[in-house]
Nanobody
Framework: QVQLDESGGGLVQAGGSLRLSCVPSGRTFSSPVMGWFRQAPGKERESVAVVRWSGGYTYYADSVKGRFTISRDNAKNTVYLQMNSLKPEDTAVYYC????????????????WGKGALVTVSS
C-alpha cells in the first residue's frame, strides 16, 4: 500500500515561509508525476505545484507562481514544497500526491495522497 507522509505545516505570519516535505513509505514507491494540492474549508481542491520528472516539466497554479517551488532530494526520496511570501489565502490543508500521467495536471488527477499538513497564515 502506498503511503505519502507530509510534514512541515504550521502557523506562520503573512510574508513568512514554510517548507513542506513528503516521504513515501510502506513500500518502494516512485511516480513519474508528483505534486502538491491544497484544500481550504468550503473550497475545491487546487493543484498548486506539480512536476513531471521526465523532462523536468513543472506546473504551478497562477495563485502561487513566483512564490512556491517544488523540488526533490533523490538521495532522501523526498519531495519538497517551498512556500515563500505566504498570504492568508494560502491557508489550507496541503497534500502530497502522486498524479496520473496526464499533462498539464488537473485538480482531480491524483492517484494517491497523504493525510495532509495544515498551513495557517495569519494576517
Amino acid at each position: 500500500q502506498v503511503q505519502l507522509d507530509e510534514s512541515g505545516g504550521g502557523l506562520v505570519q503573512a510574508g513568512g515561509s514554510l517548507r513542506l516535505s513528503c516521504v513515501p513509505s510502506g513500500r518502494t514507491f516512485s511516480s513519474p508525476v508528483m505534486g502538491w494540492f491544497r484544500q481550504a474549508p468550503g473550497k475545491e481542491r487546487e493543484s498548486v505545484a506539480v512536476v513531471r520528472w521526465s523532462g523536468g516539466y513543472t506546473y504551478y497554479a497562477d495563485s502561487v507562481k513566483g512564490r512556491f517551488t517544488i523540488s526533490r532530494d533523490n538521495a532522501k526520496n523526498t519531495v519538497y514544497l517551498q512556500m515563500n511570501s505566504l498570504k492568508p489565502e494560502d491557508t489550507a490543508v496541503y497534500y502530497c500526491a502522486a498524479y496520473d500521467s496526464s499533462w498539464p495536471p488537473t485538480n482531480y488527477g491524483m492517484r494517491y495522497w497523504g493525510k495532509g499538513a495544515l498551513v495557517t497564515v495569519s494576517s
